[in-house]
């Protein structure tokens, strides 16, 4: 298929006029209808109707458009492949006020000359995909389910051991308290509505509920950070984890305590995952950076899973 008849399509297709697609892209009117007819031809469609107005998609247009996008998307990913040097470097980090996100900002103000983009994928699977596919040069994850080793060419480093908190409103039989230990937690219900089952963190705080008999809920729609803290400052019965580096901010009336966990302090482990074959160069300063940085893991007093990714 040729892409230069690809991009003319989309080009005119957000136009809505061939003359105006002949504009944005330097070539004549005639050029722009030859090259929709080879592309007609060639899908065996017609993905135009003419109108007064200009040009609009016919139903199979419309249907070909999000695929003729996403062509031109892997072409261009193809040719940076080539020219790694020219591009930013592309990161995974899952959420915006993570621990994960701190880092890269850590990064970014040692390194400010490196160009970053910043991405959040949902779980291991589309990150390691990713990774693999060059789509992103790298993806901070915490650890690999049972079962799910990652493959022979992903590499990973443990950069980062996060203590988890309990957060608690100020009514909760807790809220008072300077420390709580995992074994006081039991019998209190701790609510996460963003646990979504066959991720990693829904391995990692499975094994922490069987390990030490917790009870946590998953229950009711995900509606995100600001909800989740509403519920808690009102509700006395429900408390959460949350990680002791996430950068969430509530109002001053909400009257929430962030309490230490101990006995042990289960940690949420942080790795930065990447494909053994990337070239990158500023992919060897990022892993530089974390390695100088890094606080070490698996600290006396500390717990987390025996699978998590391991060094």
């Not at 609510?191 to 922490?208: F, K």
């Amino acid at each position: 298929m040729d892409l230069n008849a690809v991009r003319t399509f989309v080009a005119a297709a957000d136009a809505g006029q061939f003359q105006v697609a002949a504009a944005e892209l330097a070539v004549t009117q005639q050029a722009v209808s030859k090259r929709i007819a080879v592309l007609e031809r060639d899908l065996g469609v017609r993905l135009f109707t003419r109108t007064a107005r200009g040009a609009e998609l016919t139903i199979d247009g419309q249907a070909f458009l999000p695929h003729a996008r996403e062509l031109l998307r892997v072409a261009e990913r193809a040719v940076e492949s080539v020219h790694v040097g020219r591009r930013p470097l592309r990161v995974d980090v899952i959420a915006s006020r993570s621990a994960q996100s701190a880092l890269m900002r850590g990064f970014h103000r040692a390194h400010p000359e490196i160009d970053l983009d910043v991405v959040m994928l949902f779980d291991i699977d589309r990150a390691v995909a990713a990774i693999r596919s060059g789509a992103i040069d790298a993806s901070f994850r915490a650890v690999a389910a049972p079962g799910h080793p990652l493959p022979e060419d992903v590499e990973s480093v443990r950069v980062l051991d996060e203590n988890l908190q309990l957060l608690t409103g100020p009514a909760h039989a807790l809220a008072s308290a300077r420390s709580v230990t995992l074994a006081q937690l039991a019998g209190h219900r701790i609510w996460m509505p963003g646990i979504v089952p066959g991720t990693e963190w829904a391995a990692y705080y499975d094994h922490l509920v069987a390990e030490f008999g917790l009870t946590i809920e998953a229950t009711g729609p995900n509606f995100g950070s600001d909800a989740l803290l509403d519920t808690i400052a009102d509700t006395p019965a429900l408390a959460t984890f949350m990680g002791a580096d996430s950068r969430l901010v509530w109002p001053a009336g909400h009257g929430l305590r962030r309490i230490p966990v101990t006995d042990p302090t289960p940690v949420y482990p942080h790795s930065l995952l990447w494909h053994c074959d990337n070239p990158h160069p500023a992919l060897a300063t990022l892993r530089a950076h974390l390695a100088a940085t890094a606080t070490g893991h698996d600290a006396t007093g500390t717990w987390a899973p025996g699978w998590v990714i391991p060094r």
